[in-house]
RNA sequence: GGGCAAUUAGCUCAGUUGGUUAGAGCGCUUCGUUUACACCGAAGAUGUCGGGGGUUCGAGUCCCUCAUUGCCCACCA
């Protein structure tokens, strides 16, 4: 016994040592994984002996130093890490990187110089809202911090969650290069940030302006109409008196901002009134309104006839440009009523609405009241605040002629977008996407460059796009006013993937190293698809002329076990850093691998780890076991097939390296873990292994552990650098650098393996047998020489007593796949009879059915050769097995 | 209102361009400690693949239609 694991595997035992030596040895950084031959992945072409000797090469993996010539043959794979937001702990979303880090590992042992980049992000407006819930606890809001104040706590409440992210995403596994890590604030970031609104603005891309916007009371700031959210609620609708006309309203407190009356042109109760102007008697006195048609106006609605209140709606606005309208703002940013509301200024929005309907009806104004009317209302997606419209000056993304390229490379396909249902989503969101509105009044963010001239200098610019220094330089000191909004965190998120490359020196090629942009894969959730990915597109392409990323690979939600959405108040939350804990990290990886698919919520359970936790112990004990085998000073030699299930068993494996390889190609992940998980433990575990307890074949098990210990190390990098690491033989040399497993067909016999496939056929229907009828070693009967020639084999595995060779057969036919049968008294054979009966009914309806198939003209002449030929075999076998199952039953007096 | 997806075993889900008698994990029943593993092994039961129609030699897979569920987008005076 040359070796001895412990009886099971013991994550805690490996996990974190086995994480510092990959890091310390530079494996993640795209120079530190140089060092396998760049043969993988050419598979299936060069002849015969250079496939086998690339083969062996991998086998025994004598770990051959540096070949950049090889390896600089492949490109280099790239995947910017989506940056978490350092607010807060990691959570099942943010282990969700396993797909990152799972197809970084596969490209890694194939060979590519691979670079994944961490990231963390400042989030904007999230971390604000985070870090004011904290204040909130204190009973202190960011106002009685002040805005640099704040901005402080937040800079350092960001500096120590990084290190705590930093660590919980270390303890995932992920293989990210940290020397690479960057922050949405580093100070390459945000020049990279500036440049490119520069360039935006010189492009005449960046207007400023005043329109109106979603503004959030709370946050006192304006958001993008994807950040807000609609909800549908019941509220009282108004009917207003305005003059002759009755007006339906839900928002009767805005009425100090009306400006019109729209009618629909088409109307004929009001057609004739369209142009003129109505007096009316209003709370604050009497007003004037101009009457407007307007297609918008839906006659069925209310009375057909709608107050237009241009600072208020955004309908209202469109309306009022279209009719230049005046624009009259009475809510504040402050969300209280101005001073054009007369008495009811300073009021909050509420309160002014139910105090002006009181009014209204106390004054005879009010028609009547509908009190169940059901609407849909936006609030604010982060803090949840209800979003007022109302106008204010901002900078605006002119996207018209941004988006026409994006939308192209969706279109041609330059960029992929897996799955593949998403690509039209992209574009028709893009095609209807209007101008981007990247200020925000939030105090923790990217300031926005600019510098406005608080000269009386007229000729001077009125303002400028740069530093401070450069302001002084235009207006002289004291002669300029900075910007206090910031941008969108999207606007600079919106350039992550060369914002980073930029900052990290690896965007372009340079001498002796390669650009990594564009990238290869944007890996993220569904959700932001829009926020998010949409806008590096369009970013990346005006600012590089490239796409940013090749293939955009989604993932949804991941939810508890019955596909309801994880959260606090349902008390269904699982905690990724508490599984791990419990069952390793790599049961968790594979539990959100498997069974997940692109672009589809997951479930995930406690259960569902547990499962994949029993995985990685199985394929643990398997190491124990064939480690315990070896002897002594043992060093594995290219593997020889001698038995049938030697040949079996290399197929079998050379099938699940071709599959799983493809798989992984074609963004299949969780059926790339599924077949191999099946090779372990259905073909190598339950069959393999137990055959080579007859006869072993040291290197053979050697060499299919170590084929499925890099099949899996993508998915469950730990457990299997763990058993890599206990084979004396590798102790010089990572899982984690070396090679992708490649196919070796050259000495595998077909024939042989379908041999070692009829035994398992004769085996299993055997058990079946003894199990149903509780025999104890029975005798097998056989007509098959070869077959009979296995018989310690048969023994071991069907449990059988003796093996014997007949001329005839005698006792229970099994129909299996070669003519077998179990030696069994007439009574027993008696007992049996409604089960012969059955299975040879169900024979003879099989073989009913294909030769149904092949009397059919048409499957004939047009089913693919090879379908009809594995039809007629299909059918001689299942004749052959009801002429023996009738035969039998003949003899038993039927 | 527009769009997308889902509907397959008790549960959660696979099923790649149509081609063996439809699969997996978990759960369930029975048996079992044999050179690793009880976080194990063996055997078993459970499916008119949501309904209906069509195309095809052949449909879980393609088309039409209906139903149910979920998600996205837009609108809502």
Redesign the pocket.
């Known amino acids: 016994m040359s070796h001895q694991l412990d009886?099971?595997?013991d994550p805690k035992k490996y996990e974190s040592k086995l994480y510092q030596k990959w890091e310390d040895s530079g494996a993640f950084k795209p120079e530190g994984n140089a060092h396998l031959r760049g043969l993988v992945g050419d598979e299936m072409q060069g002849d015969a002996e250079q496939r086998n000797k690339a083969y062996t090469d991998v086998l025994r993996m004598s770990s051959t130093g540096n070949d950049e010539a090889a390896r600089s043959e492949k490109d280099p794979f790239t995947i910017i890490m989506p940056p978490p937001n350092a607010n807060g702990h990691i959570h099942m979303g943010t282990a969700m990187f396993v797909i990152e880090d799972l197809m970084i590992r596969y490209r890694r042992m194939q060979g590519h110089k691979t670079l994944w980049l961490p990231g963390m992000d400042h989030a904007g407006i999230e971390t604000q809202v985070v870090y004011e819930r904290e204040l909130e606890k204190q009973g202190k809001s960011r106002f009685d911090l002040g805005r640099d104040e704040f901005y402080r706590q937040v800079d350092a409440f960001t500096k120590s969650n990084m290190g705590i992210m930093t660590s919980e995403l270390k303890s995932m596994g992920f293989s990210t290069d940290w020397s690479r890590l960057t922050y949405t604030l580093d100070p390459k970031v945000v020049s990279t940030v500036y440049d490119t609104f520069k360039e935006l603005h010189d492009a005449g891309y960046i207007y400023r302006g005043n329109r109106i916007v979603n503004w959030c009371p709370f946050c006192r700031s304006a958001f993008a109409?994807?950040e807000v959210k609609?909800r549908?609620q019941v509220d009282p609708?108004y009917y207003i008196k305005y003059g002759p006309f009755v007006?339906?309203?839900?928002?009767p407190e805005t009425k100090f901002g009306d400006t019109a009356i729209a009618v629909n042109p088409k109307d004929e109760r009001y057609a004739r009134l369209i142009g003129t102007t109505i007096e009316a008697e209003d709370l604050n006195g009497p007003i004037t309104l101009q009457v407007i048609g307007d297609d918008?106006?839906?006659p069925a609605?209310?009375t057909?006839?709608?107050?237009v209140t241009p600072a208020h709606?955004?309908?209202d606005w469109e309306i009022g440009l279209r009719h230049n309208l005046r624009v009259i703002q009475t809510i504040g940013t402050d969300g209280l009523l101005t001073p054009v509301a007369g008495k009811y200024a300073g009021m909050p929005v509420a309160e002014a609405r139910t105090q002006v309907a009181h009014d209204l009806e106390e004054r005879g104004l009010m028609d009547h009241i509908e009190y169940d009317y059901?609407?849909?209302?936006g609030y604010h997606d982060r803090c949840g605040t209800l979003i007022e419209p109302l106008t204010v000056e901002q900078w605006w993304l002119r996207v018209d002629e941004l988006k026409k390229p994006a939308i192209k490379a969706f279109e041609t396909g330059e960029i992929q977008i897996v799955p593949a249902?998403f690509k039209?989503?992209c574009m028709?969101?893009l095609e209807?996407l209007r101008d981007w509105n990247i200020s925000r009044q939030n105090w923790w963010g990217i300031r926005i460059p600019v510098y406005y001239n608080a000269t009386a200098d007229k000729s001077l610019p009125e303002y400028i796009i740069g530093t401070e220094d450069d302001a002084k330089a235009t207006y002289g000191i004291g002669g300029y006013e900075a910007e206090t909004d910031n941008f969108d965190t999207w606007f600079s998120s919106g350039q992550w993937p060369y914002a980073t490359l930029m900052a990290t020196g690896d965007f372009d090629a340079q001498s002796g190293r390669p650009g990594f942009y564009p990238t290869s894969v944007m890996e993220t959730g569904r959700?932001i698809l829009?926020q998010w990915v949409t806008r590096m597109v369009m970013l990346g392409i005006f600012k590089t002329g490239q796409v940013p990323f090749k293939t955009v690979y989604l993932h949804g939600l991941i939810?508890d076990?019955?596909?309801k959405k994880m959260s606090k108040s349902k008390g269904n939350v699982l905690n990724p850093l508490e599984m791990t804990a419990k069952y390793g990290t790599d049961a968790v990886r594979l539990a959100l691998t498997i069974?997940i698919?692109a672009g589809?919520?997951g479930?995930l359970s406690e259960?569902?780890i547990e499962?994949y936790?029993?995985f990685?112990?199985?394929l643990w004990?398997?190491a124990?076991?064939i480690l315990?085998?070896l002897p002594d000073g043992y060093s594995p030699a290219t593997p020889e097939l001698h038995s049938p299930a030697d040949h079996w068993i290399a197929s079998r494996t050379a099938i699940a390296i071709t599959s799983v390889t493809?798989a992984i190609e074609?963004y299949?992940f969780?059926?790339a873990g599924?077949i191999v998980?099946?090779l372990l433990?259905?073909d190598f575990?339950?069959w393999y292994?137990?055959a080579s307890?007859?006869s072993p074949n040291h290197d053979l098990l050697v060499h299919t552990l170590e084929t499925i210990l890099a099949l899996a190390h993508p998915i469950a990098p730990f457990v299997t650098e763990a058993i890599w690491s206990e084979m004396p033989w590798r102790a010089d040399q990572q899982l984690i650098t070396s090679a992708w497993p490649i196919v070796d067909t050259r000495r595998t016999s077909n024939e042989q393996a379908q041999r070692f496939a009829a035994l398992q056929d004769v085996v299993?229907k055997a058990?079946?047998v003894?199990?149903?009828e509780?025999l104890s070693k029975p005798t097998l009967i056989t007509t098959d020489k070869s077959l009979a020639e296995s018989a310690d084999l048969l023994q071991r595995l069907g449990?059988l007593g003796k093996v014997e060779y007949q001329e005839q057969g005698s006792g229970l036919y099994l129909g299996a796949a070669v003519p077998a049968w179990i030696a069994a008294d007439a009574e027993l054979i008696a007992t049996r009879k409604h089960r012969l009966q059955g299975q040879l009914k169900?024979?003879q309806t099989?073989a009913k059915?294909?030769e149904g198939?092949l009397n059919?003209q048409?499957?004939v002449a047009?089913?693919?050769a090879a379908?009809v030929a594995?039809t007629r075999d299909?059918l001689a076998e299942?004749r052959q097995q009801a002429t023996r199952l009738s035969e039998q039953l003949k003899a038993l007096g039927e």
């Open positions: 009886k099971a595997y109409d994807i609609y549908e609708l007006l339906a309203t839900v928002r918008h106006i839906d609605f209310g057909g006839a709608m107050k709606d955004p309908n059901t609407h849909s209302v249902r039209k989503v028709d969101w209807n959700d829009f939810t076990e019955h596909g069974g698919t589809n919520d479930p259960r569902k499962g936790r029993n990685c112990n199985k004990n398997v124990r076991f315990g085998q493809q074609d299949r969780s059926e599924q998980y099946s433990w259905d575990a339950d292994i137990e307890k007859v299993m058990r079946t003894i199990a149903e509780q449990r169900a024979k099989y059915s294909l198939k059919n048409g499957f047009n089913a693919p379908v594995d299909r299942a």
